[in-house]
């Protein structure tokens, strides 16, 4: 019998990670591109973040596959608690995204 893969081990954990990091990402792109061209579209705008919410909705989903394959060992309660905390990051960070991509889509792009 082989052990979990990375992929396996990495599940639980992949809402908490890729959440902070695509917000951040998000933030910077969008930063650098209003700072460098201030006159960006706003279907820029939209696309990053979209973009960022999608790949978030994508780790928060394995998060929440992974707890759910958990729930019939109960040994594993540590992975099942941390996949359930990644999802609910997740959600958290794609609000933040959402909120970040609402705002620089109805405000003026030079008065950013």
Known sequence: ???????????????????????WLHQQGMGALTFFDCDASTLATLLTGLVALLAVAAAGAWSWGAAARERLEPARDVRRF??????????????????????GALIPECAR
Do not use: C
């Open 1 to 23: 019998m082989t052990g979990p893969t990375w992929r396996t081990r990495l599940a639980p954990w992949a809402g908490l990670f890729a959440g902070p990091l695509a917000w």
């Open 82 to 103: 941390a996949g359930l905390v990644s999802a609910g990051a997740a959600v958290v960070f794609g609000l933040a995204i959402a909120f970040q991509t609402l705002a």
